[in-house]
Each structure stands twice: as structure tokens, then as C-alpha cells.
């Protein structure tokens, strides 16, 4: 399933699993991993001056994880669930499988990543 940019997802493995939906910040390998905001969060301590913290201290990023431990999030089941594409004449757009509404429309097929 691939997911875009801006996309909430649930994560459904790892040691942020829940189902608090969270934002895609970024998506990598052509969709294969995502950058999920505030999760697989890893800290690093950096001494000051360093050009990316000048006050030095520990400074925190995201690591990307396997968009297959993420599902989409659908605001009407409120739960992640799993997404179906259907075509009509002027637009494809991304549905939620499981109450089928739509989880909107994909205009151009350029990856956003
Ligand atoms: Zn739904």
C-alpha cells in the first residue's frame, strides 16, 4: 500500500504501535519506508557548537520505518485500515476498505516524497 506525504497512519509494530494516528512526514524508497512524525524517535547527544544545536545537549530525529508497520488511518472508523484505489473518468482517489469512504482524491500520479 503506498502511502503519501501527509498521510495519518497508525503504526501497528515497534515500540510506538497504537492507535494514535500520526502524521507521514516524508516518504523514502519509492514508498517503501515512511518517516512517521514523533515515532522510532532516537536521541543523540551533541556537544556545543555543533552546527545543528549550538547550545549542545541531546537533540532528537525520526528514523524511517517499513511502511508495512503503518496503516492508514481513516477518520470515519477511526482506527487504521486498509486502502483501496478505484478509478472513475476524471479521478483516481484512495478509499478506506472497510466503510468505503474516501480518503481522497490522488490528482496527478507524481510521488510527492
Ligand atoms: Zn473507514
Do not use: F
Request: glycine share 12%.
Amino acid at each position: 500500500m503506498r502511502m503519501r506525504k501527509g498521510d495519518m497512519v497508525v503504526v501497528i509494530t515497534g515500540d510506538d504501535a497504537g492507535k494514535t494516528p500520526r502524521k507521514v512526514v516524508r516518504v523514502l524508497d519509492g514508498g517503501e519506508r515512511i518517516l512517521v512524525e514523533g515515532v522510532n524517535r532516537v536521541y543523540k547527544h551533541v556537544k556545543k557548537g555543533h552546527p545543528s544545536s549550538p547550545q549542545g545537549g541531546r537533540i532528537s530525529r525520526e528514523l524511517p520505518i517499513s511502511s508495512s508497520n503503518a496503516m492508514v488511518y481513516c477518520a470515519h472508523c477511526t482506527k487504521g485500515v486498509r486502502v483501496g484505489t478505484r478509478v472513475s473518468e476524471q479521478s483516481r482517489e484512495r478509499y478506506c476498505k472497510v466503510c468505503k469512504g474516501s480518503l481522497g482524491v490522488i490528482g496527478r500520479q507524481k510521488a510527492d516524497a
